[in-house]
């Protein structure tokens, strides 16, 4: 078996002190080396293949640079995105992710949350807020675990970075409102989500503004076939129709174009579809999707960001509760249109 490369025999082949060297390979510390010495011990761990001893440098720290994601949809197209600003933000300063997912299952997001724990991650990062009570996060908070939420805020006090769904939602529907439609129905997702609340809450408030008729359909799950479905209950009950659908996201959106295009109606020119998120792909929809695009890689790197500032804060100190909230803007595409005469 081929020898360990050691730190020792890194600074050697350097030619500095060993402590020199352990602060060269060091993110956090390296900006104590100078230039010229960074290079030669970084040159001289690459020639040698050394690789630090993970385990021992938690053990001896008391921190592992590992941070914990849960997510509750892999396969959701919004979360690649939000992963990768996290991934963008940490890695640079030398922390590593390890990303669980729980399919939307509370014990799932239970079990991985004491996993994480036990693998003793510095934080996490939560995407799988819920405004109904989790109560992993209540003991979580007793035990000042940092966390924060990323997107979905949840009860607890922690800190949450999200975007401004109540401003893109009434962009949407002002944008609708100037091409002639009163009549709009809203597609809400579920009640418990902070984003989705805050949706169909701006999305009455718009269309009262507005002096429209709007209807809102909630509890519709966030997946292009529950949009298939309440679209076809709503083509099914007869009576006046809206023009226009403000979906709970993109992949609702889909639904509802799905649902369409299989009773014959055609869009934007019978209904007009609006979108939330502007997932990858929404562009290459038919027709393509008008939709609220979300900042997902900011809010992946803000939600980084602020977790970090709280692991390498003060020890002891009580995580204040924060929200920042960044902006949207409205992605006009063809699926929007006049509304129709009559």
């Not at 020898?3 to 020792?8: E, F, N, S």
């Not at 890194?10 to 230039?35: F, I, M, Y």
């Not at 290079?39 to 001289?44: D, I, P, Q, S, T």
Request: net charge positive; with cysteine.
């Amino acid at each position: 078996m081929a020898k360990r490369v050691t730190l020792d025999d890194v600074a050697a082949h350097a030619g500095v002190h060993k402590a020199t060297a352990s602060r060269a390979l060091n993110e956090r510390t390296q900006h104590q080396v100078n230039g010229e010495t960074l290079k030669r011990v970084r040159r001289a761990a690459r020639d040698l293949g050394y690789q630090p001893d993970v385990v021992a440098r938690s053990l001896r720290t008391a921190s592992t640079r590992t941070i914990g994601i849960i997510i509750p949809d892999l396969m959701n197209p919004i979360f690649p995105p939000l992963v990768r600003g996290i991934e963008h933000f940490l890695q640079p300063r030398g922390y590593s992710v390890l990303i669980t997912n729980t399919d939307g299952f509370d014990h799932a997001e239970s079990a991985a949350f004491d996993s994480l724990m036990q693998r003793r991650v510095d934080g996490f990062i939560l995407a799988t807020g819920r405004l109904a009570a989790q109560d992993f996060l209540a003991d979580a908070r007793q035990r000042g675990v940092r966390i924060v939420m990323a997107n979905r805020d949840a009860e607890g006090g922690f800190p949450v970075v999200t975007a401004d769904n109540a401003s893109g939602i009434s962009a949407a529907v002002h944008h609708l409102v100037g091409l002639g439609h009163r009549c709009i129905t809203h597609l809400g997702g579920p009640d418990d989500f902070s984003t989705t609340r805050a949706r169909a809450q701006a999305f009455t408030q718009s269309a009262t503004g507005a002096g429209v008729s709007s209807e809102v359909v909630a509890n519709v799950a966030l997946t292009a076939e529950a949009g298939e479905r309440a679209m076809d209950m709503l083509i099914a009950r007869g009576g006046p129709r809206a023009t226009a659908i403000v979906a709970g996201n993109d992949l609702v959106a889909l639904g509802v174009l799905r649902s369409m295009r299989a009773h014959g109606l055609r869009c934007p020119q019978d209904i007009s579809v609006v979108g939330f998120n502007d997932m990858p792909f929404a562009g290459d929809f038919s027709p393509s999707l008008t939709t609220v695009r979300v900042p997902l890689r900011e809010i992946g790197i803000e939600a980084a960001r602020t977790l970090l500032a709280a692991i390498e804060g003060p020890e002891g100190a009580r995580q204040e509760r924060v929200m920042i909230t960044l902006p949207v803007s409205l992605i006009v595409r063809e699926s929007t249109g006049r509304a129709p005469r009559g």
